[in-house]
């Protein structure tokens, strides 16, 4: 596959990707890790249009923020995992939909959302 003029300039980011790892320990379940899969790749992260977004759980506010991530054609990824972004602001963004494919085995792309608590934080 050739790569267009401009096509690497369309991933804007660098996100790591992150597998869960059980803890196989007895009084573990629930406490599990996340470990590196690789190094960090080119992405392209585009936010979804603001909305009103936001839920009441157990009487929290969540709030999402959802977003569409899309790299260069691989075949390793699945929904369990996850992807974190560090710059230019943190962000750790849940897989809610895909892989999809795009073109003919040239491009993969996800539905992330990531999480904060809604409202004043002072």
Known sequence: MTVGKGRSSRYN??????RPVADTTFDGAGSGEWEAVGRPIAASVVDALPSRSEK??????????????????????????RFVMTKPFPRVMQIIAGPAEVGVREEVEFMVEDYSSAGNAA
């Open 13 to 18: 980011r660098r996100i790591q990707i992150e």
């Open 56 to 81: 009441l759980a157990d009487g929290i506010n969540i709030a999402t923020r959802p977003a569409r991530v899309r790299m260069r054609f691989r075949t390793d990824l699945d929904a369990s995992m």
